[in-house]
Nanobody, 120 residues
Framework: QVQFVESGGGLVQPGGSLRLSCAAS????????MGWYRQAPGKQRELVAS??????????NYAASVKGRFTITRDDAKKTVYLQMNSLKPEDTAVYYC???????????WGPGTQVTVSS
């Protein structure tokens, strides 16, 4: 089963930046569509960013709430996906999780996530 370990979260002031990392297991990482999800207290988990496989062009998509502020990238050699988060807002506060799809199906299990708190 695919496993994920997220890191890089922390406490940051509004307007600040963080870079999240997700290390993934599996032998076909390079073929996965990778994504970052988040879940705030009392809310459902939502997809905030995704990136297609490099061989498919590596196209990215973002939720409207983060577009222009967040950037998702991947390093297939390291089996790692990143989320650069700039101009952070209090409403970005959530636990952030990494996920993957292959052939349109969600793969693996959720990792522990990493807490991002944006507060003064």
């Amino acid at each position: 089963q695919v496993q994920f370990v997220e890191s890089g979260g922390g406490l940051v002031q509004p307007g600040g930046s963080l870079r999240l990392s997700c290390a993934a297991s599996g032998s076909i990482f390079s073929r996965y569509v990778m994504g970052w999800y988040r879940q705030a207290p009392g809310k459902q988990r939502e997809l905030v960013a995704s990136i297609a496989s490099t061989t498919s062009g590596g196209s990215t998509n973002y939720a409207a709430s983060v577009k222009g502020r967040f950037t998702i990238t991947r390093d297939d050699a390291k089996k790692t996906v990143y989320l650069q988060m700039n101009s952070l807002k209090p409403e970005d506060t959530a636990v952030y999780y990494c996920g993957a799809t292959f052939m349109g199906v969600l793969r693996g299990s959720w990792g522990p996530g990493t807490q991002v708190t944006v507060s003064s």
